[in-house]
């Protein structure tokens, strides 16, 4: 790796770093907080660092209430008053329904959220029960007229979820879905896709087929002042293929290396985009930062952000 490389790595890591720790000065009352001894817990404390282990039952002595953690690197007592939030190690990842862009197969669960997509698409993600998840949005682009914005919706329905006796923790989900995506009132198109997600210790692989079933077979897009229109073709009963990976850093708890290929359509591979990203994430706020490769070799960057506050 280039210096300079280097170095940009080191600041965008900083710059994510002091967004994400935010929202990790607010204490987290252990009154409430009763563990079970024989699973792993994730403990956030003010300053930003964050630790998981087995954990005691509640304790007090004269500075207050704490509680002991049992990490790889021993036993570590942690005071109320410097504990930002406390849960679960496998609730931990409160993005896990998601890449950068490729719907995987886990549910969103509880992890209902805000955000911003490209920096320019506001979206709402909704889980209501393993069966029915929603995504929408509707960008919000300078110079383009709202009747030429793009919008999104995706319905997703995780069917299956069960150990993948690969890992020993490890998980697989399967989902089936709908995606609709239109700009302005016309050139609508619909997919039905499938997706599955396969997870590890610190790796999530998911791949997706989608099935081009509704829509035209010949498109017209307008930028407005942008740029000028151009068309596309992209006929009905066109399939395509996806795959993304999610890999955790050993060191980070929060900062994970997403990449994602996505072929529009399995008979033209030069169609295929690339993506690669970032992701900081604590309990509440994930920020995604990275670069897509698109055909005739576009370079986009990627620019997410969402908030779960529940």
Same mark, same amino acid.
Not at 110 to 124: F, H, K, L, Q, R
Not at 293 to 307: C, K, S, T, Y
């Given at each position: 790796?280039?210096?300079?490389?280097?170095?940009?790595?080191?600041?965008?890591?900083?710059?994510?770093?002091?967004?994400?720790?935010?929202?990790?000065? #607010?204490?987290?009352?252990?009154?409430?907080?009763?563990?079970?001894?024989?699973?792993?817990?994730?403990?956030?404390?003010?300053?930003?660092?964050?630790?998981?282990?087995?954990?005691?039952?509640?304790?007090?002595? *004269?500075?207050?209430?704490?509680?002991?953690?049992?990490?790889?690197?021993?036993?570590?007592?942690?005071?109320?008053?410097?504990? &930002?939030?406390?849960? $679960?190690?496998?609730?931990?990842?409160?993005? #896990?329904?998601?890449?950068?862009?490729?719907?995987?197969?886990?549910?969103?669960?509880?992890?209902?959220?805000?955000?911003?997509?490209?920096?320019?698409?506001?979206?709402?993600?909704?889980?209501?029960?393993?069966?029915?998840?929603?995504? &929408?949005?509707?960008?919000?682009?300078? !110079?383009?007229?709202? !009747?030429?914005?793009?919008?999104?919706?995706?319905? %997703?329905?995780?069917?299956?979820? &069960?150990?993948?006796?690969?890992?020993? *923790? *490890? %998980?697989?989900?399967?989902?089936?879905?709908?995606?609709?995506?239109?700009?302005?009132?016309?050139?609508?198109? *619909?997919?039905?896709?499938?997706?599955?997600?396969?997870?590890?210790?610190?790796?999530?692989?998911?791949?997706?087929?989608?099935? %081009?079933?509704?829509? %035209?077979?010949?498109?017209?897009? @307008?930028? !407005? @002042?942008?740029?000028?229109?151009?068309?596309?073709?992209?006929?009905?009963?066109? $399939?395509?293929?996806?795959?993304?990976?999610?890999?955790?850093?050993?060191?980070?708890?929060?900062?994970?290396?997403?990449?994602?290929?996505?072929?529009?359509?399995?008979?033209?591979?030069?169609? @295929?985009?690339?993506?690669?990203?970032?992701?900081?994430?604590?309990?509440?706020?994930?920020?995604?930062?990275?670069?897509?490769? $698109?055909?005739?070799?576009?370079?986009?960057?990627?620019?997410?952000?969402?908030?779960?506050?529940?």
């Amino acid at each position: 790796m280039s210096p300079l490389l280097q170095r940009a790595l080191v600041l965008l890591l900083t710059v994510m770093s002091c967004l994400t720790g935010l929202y990790a000065n #607010d204490k987290f009352p252990l009154e409430s907080f009763d563990p079970d001894p024989e699973l792993v817990y994730y403990v956030r404390t003010i300053n930003g660092d964050v630790l998981s282990g087995l954990s005691t039952q509640v304790k007090e002595d *004269g500075k207050g209430n704490y509680i002991e953690l049992t990490t790889i690197n021993g036993r570590i007592k942690i005071y109320e008053e410097n504990i &930002a939030w406390i849960g $679960l190690y496998i609730d931990s990842y409160r993005a #896990d329904s998601r890449g950068l862009f490729i719907p995987n197969a886990e549910p969103i669960g509880n992890d209902s959220y805000i955000g911003v997509t490209e920096a320019v698409m506001p979206t709402i993600g909704i889980g209501y029960t393993p069966y029915l998840n929603i995504v &929408a949005g509707r960008t919000i682009i300078p !110079g383009i007229g709202a !009747g030429n914005q793009f919008s999104l919706v995706n319905i %997703k329905s995780t069917v299956y979820e &069960a150990e993948n006796g690969l890992v020993e *923790g *490890g %998980k697989q989900f399967y989902a089936v879905g709908f995606n609709a995506s239109w700009v302005g009132d016309v050139n609508f198109i *619909g997919h039905i896709y499938g997706a599955a997600t396969f997870t590890g210790k610190r790796t999530r692989v998911t791949t997706l087929v989608h099935w %081009k079933a509704v829509g %035209k077979d010949v498109y017209t897009v @307008s930028t !407005g @002042s942008l740029a000028s229109p151009f068309q596309f073709p992209y006929i009905n009963g066109t $399939l395509g293929v996806g795959l993304m990976m999610d890999i955790r850093f050993p060191e980070l708890h929060d900062v994970h290396l997403l990449g994602e290929l996505w072929g529009a359509d399995i008979s033209r591979p030069s169609q @295929s985009g690339l993506f690669v990203g970032l992701r900081q994430t604590n309990n509440q706020l994930t920020y995604d930062f990275g670069l897509g490769l $698109l055909p005739q070799g576009v370079l986009v960057p990627i620019v997410n952000f969402a908030w779960t506050p529940w």
